[in-house]
Structure formats: C-alpha cells, structure tokens
C-alpha cells in the first residue's frame, strides 16, 4: 500500500530478459534503506526488492505486469518515481494507492502556464466510470487531482515542487504513463454493477 508521494528519482542501471520476465537493477540513494523482500512504487507499480548491492537494488516484473504497464518501455538511464510502502504510524498525504497499474495512458499535450504546468492524458474509454472531476488518480506513482474529465481523458496540474522532485519533468507528448484509477471509486463502481445500479 503506498500513497502516491514521491519520496525520491531513482534511474535505471540495468535491464535484464528472463524468459517472459524482465530483471531490472535501480540507482537510487535510498538503496541502504532498503531491505530484501520490501515492496516500492516505481512508477506506481509495486515491485519486490530481491537483492541490494551498495547503491542498487533489483526487483522483477513478470508478463502480468509488463503487458499492464510502461514496465515494458524502460531502457537504462530511465528515471522513475519511487515511493517505500505506507507505514501507518504517519499521516496519508495523497490518497490510498496499491501500486496495481490498470492501464496504460499516453500524454496528448503538455502547456506550461507560468511557473506551473498542466498535462492532457488520454486512456482508453472503458475505464470512464472509474474517475469523477477533482478526483484523485495515480499518474505514474503520484497522487494528483484531476479535472476537465472526458470519457477518455482528463487533465493534471503539476506544481513546480512536484515537477522537480518527480520525473514530470521528463513527460513529454506521446510518451506513456501508468495509472491507477482510486481504489475506494473501483469498489463502489464494482458494488453498483453487482446490485444493477
């Protein structure tokens, strides 16, 4: 469980193909904070620490996760979002996040407005009922706030803080990005199906 506040850039070292898996090694300076057997956000996905050496550590991605996300596209010197789990003796800052990806959208248009910027993402319609105006959404590993929804896109807002300290930065038209709808809007949708609401 995370809540989609980066704590920090890590960058892609190595990127190895095991059968249908993919082995990645990640730089990142919280590396000695880590332990084996941790989950950590990359991106929004939630990935397994499985081995640590001085300031890298590699996880695994099997056929699953690469066919339902970006994982797929990383090539060394990537940077990605990361984020340790929630621990549940400090304050949620975003909003509850499981690092479970539901699709893949792409970035249509980036504007800058004059010390912030915002970003159109389109995704594929089938997930319309899943987001509502100024609801909140998990874009690569960050929690934000959405607004100008449509059926298959909506608009975030990034603050030059957020901008910096995640790899917003690098987010450029036609690049994609990962996103997880909000969990508790996922169970109410599912509940409304279920009773024919």
Request: glycine residues 6%; negative net charge; proline residues 1%.
């Given at each position: 469980m995370f809540t989609g506040i980066i704590e920090q850039l890590g960058t892609i070292a190595r990127v190895e193909k095991n059968d249908s898996n993919i082995t990645l090694t990640i730089n990142a300076?919280?590396?000695?904070?880590?332990?084996?057997?941790?989950?950590?956000?990359?991106?929004?996905?939630?990935?397994?620490?499985e081995s640590i050496a001085?300031?890298?550590?590699?996880?695994t991605a099997i056929d699953?996760?690469?066919?339902?996300?970006?994982?797929?596209?990383?090539k060394k010197g990537v940077v990605v979002n990361l984020e340790r789990c929630l621990r549940f003796d400090g304050r949620l800052d975003g909003h509850i996040v499981q690092g479970h990806v539901d699709t893949v959208g792409i970035c249509t248009e980036v504007i800058e407005?004059?010390?912030s910027w915002?970003?159109?993402?389109?995704?594929?319609?089938?997930?319309?009922?899943?987001?509502?105006?100024?609801?909140s959404i998990c874009l690569n590993?960050?929690?934000l706030?959405?607004?100008?929804?449509?059926?298959?896109?909506?608009?975030?807002?990034?603050?030059?803080?957020t901008y910096e300290h995640t790899n917003m930065h690098t987010l450029d038209i036609n690049n994609f990005v990962n996103i997880e709808f909000d969990m508790i809007g996922k169970y109410v949708n599912r509940m409304n199906n279920l009773t024919g609401n």
């Open positions: 300076a919280l590396t000695s904070e880590l332990r084996i057997d941790q989950s950590v956000s990359h991106n929004g996905i939630c990935l397994t620490v001085e300031n890298t550590y590699t996880v699953e996760t690469i066919k339902k996300t970006s994982l797929g596209y990383w407005k004059q010390g915002e970003y159109l993402i389109e995704f594929d319609k089938k997930f319309a009922s899943l987001i509502i105006e100024k609801g590993g960050i929690s706030t959405i607004f100008n929804v449509t059926e298959n896109s909506f608009t975030v807002a990034i603050i030059p803080y």
